[in-house]
């Protein structure tokens, strides 16, 4: 059983940045995806970013891309998604999550695939 523990969260101003992270325990992600996903009040659960432990592969979704980042530190088994130039829009809880089998590119993306969820660390954009 693998559990999966956020941090970082917290209140920025608009354009601001944060820093969260992500580290899974009971299982490395040794030959897996590492993914976050946001999900603001009302609205359904999505991608935002994820990266592959082995290699360098990042993803991004396309309202992100160009202004967040994703790292890792495998010694650590931990994964930080740098967040920057916030938005109001994207106040929400953001979640790690672990899928159950190593994924093709085509499926990083897809909420579906993914089985382990951490309890998710509140992101909030305001003035």
């Known amino acids: 059983q693998v559990q999966l523990v956020e941090s970082g969260g917290g209140l920025v101003q608009p354009g601001g940045s944060l820093r969260l992270s992500c580290a899974p325990s009971g299982r490395t992600f040794s030959t897996y995806t590492l993914a976050w996903f946001r999900q603001a009040p009302g609205k359904d659960r999505e991608f935002v970013t994820a990266?592959?432990?082995?290699?360098?592969?990042?993803y991004y979704a396309d309202s992100v891309r160009g202004r967040f980042s994703i790292s890792k530190d495998n010694a650590k088994n931990t994964v930080y998604p740098q967040m920057n130039s916030l938005k109001p829009k994207e106040t929400a809880i953001y979640y790690c999550a672990i899928p159950v089998r190593q994924l093709i590119t085509s499926k990083v993306r897809a909420i579906y695939e993914y089985e382990s969820w951490g309890q998710g660390t509140q992101v909030t954009v305001s003035s």
């Open positions: 990266i592959r432990r082995s290699g360098n592969s990042e």
